[in-house]
């Protein structure tokens, strides 16, 4: 219920929220930073689950080389960086029961470090079920999956173009 009420907030228009957020509003609908500088391309969308246990993608995977500096979205705490089965990742834990993790992530930082948006958290390395040349950044809210997606903003108006010469 709260992963629905999130999607309806973030995108409603600007009066669906007060003018001046308190800062008890900026927890529960955060606006994060991209991980990523621009251009940024999303490789795999978020696919949500039928229900817990069934296949999904819970996550985007976005364009990034080997080596790519990965940057914190929100501040919030390193949680755990290590390997898990064959890919290194870092998760860490936000304000307002979020979580994100990313991955494959080589990262110098410790659980217990905090960190600020648009810190430097690390950088893309290769293993896991990511394909080379991305990076799989996964969001949770007290323990279920949500698009990440709807954390970094409004999407961009679509501008129509002319695509043919006059008739």
């Not at 995977?61 to 080997?66: F, S, T």
């Not at 948006?117 to 040349?133: Q, R």
């Amino acid at each position: 219920m709260m992963v629905a009420a999130l999607a309806l907030i973030v995108t409603c228009s600007p009066n669906a929220h007060a003018a001046s957020p308190t800062a008890d509003d900026d927890t529960r609908y955060p606006v994060w930073a991209w991980p990523l500088q621009a251009p940024r391309d999303v490789v795999a969308p978020y696919r949500a689950p039928a229900h817990e246990y069934a296949a999904g993608h819970r996550g985007v995977d976005l364009a990034a080389e080997i080596g790519t500096i990965v940057h914190a979205p929100a501040t919030g705490v390193v949680a755990f960086r290590g390997t898990v089965v064959d890919r290194p990742l870092l998760t860490i834990e936000h304000p307002g029961g979020f979580v994100s993790t990313f991955e494959p992530l080589v990262s110098a930082l410790s659980p217990g470090d905090p960190v600020s948006a648009g810190d430097p958290v690390g950088i893309v390395d290769h293993g896991g079920h990511v394909a080379v040349g991305t990076v799989h950044v996964g969001v949770r809210l007290d323990g279920a999956y949500l698009n990440p997606l709807l954390l970094f903003g409004p999407v961009p108006r679509a501008v129509l173009l002319p695509c043919c010469d006059a008739l």
